[in-house]
């Protein structure tokens, strides 16, 4: 059994270990051993905010600040499932725009899809090519005030692949 104390870091100021995101995404990652983190909507992008680094030895390590586009990432498309279809659809355009040579650009119809089954399920597995990752991500209730948060779970595409029934299981009873 890992015993190690999971790394975390905040870009935020720090948050208690007694708020509820933390104890969720710590108990996510001693029970998964995969990295685990909350993105925050900036404009149009998912920025990493808080992080636990995976417990196993060669997975990804995430990097506090990354910010990832919120139509082609797991994070952002848990967030843009908090807004209607049409502030969606804005960011999506946005997103394609501000890269116009990417190979991950997004088709709005494609995004309004996944968006539709967050909302119905409550979480989104998205898998990235360009990446070879994969994450589990859910919207998490803004407080008045404040941004849109998503936690995350993730780890290589092939070990999402291979474990994505456990994954998927242990995600859902957390969150």
């Known amino acids: 059994m890992l015993t190690p104390m999971p790394a975390i870091t905040s870009a935020a100021r720090p948050i208690s270990e007694r708020n509820w995101p933390m104890r969720m995404m710590k108990r996510l990652n001693e029970r998964t051993g995969r990295a685990v983190f909350l993105a925050c909507q900036v404009m149009s992008r998912a920025k990493y905010i808080h992080v636990y680094q995976s417990l196993i030895p060669e997975r990804p390590h995430l990097t506090l600040g990354t910010s990832r586009p919120l139509s082609t990432s797991g994070a952002g498309i848990a ?94 009873e957390e969150v």
């Open 79 to 172: 967030l843009l499932s908090t807004m209607d279809d049409s502030e969606a659809t804005r960011l999506v355009l946005r997103n394609n725009a501000d890269r116009p040579d990417a190979v991950d650009t997004a088709s709005v119809r494609g995004v309004l899809a996944m968006l539709a089954e967050v909302r119905r399920d409550g979480y989104v597995c998205f898998f990235d090519p360009v990446l070879a990752g994969g994450v589990l991500a859910a919207p998490l209730r803004p407080r008045p005030g404040q941004p849109r948060i998503a936690i995350c779970l993730g780890d290589h595409m092939e070990h999402m692949i291979r474990d994505r029934a456990f994954l998927t299981e242990t995600f859902l």
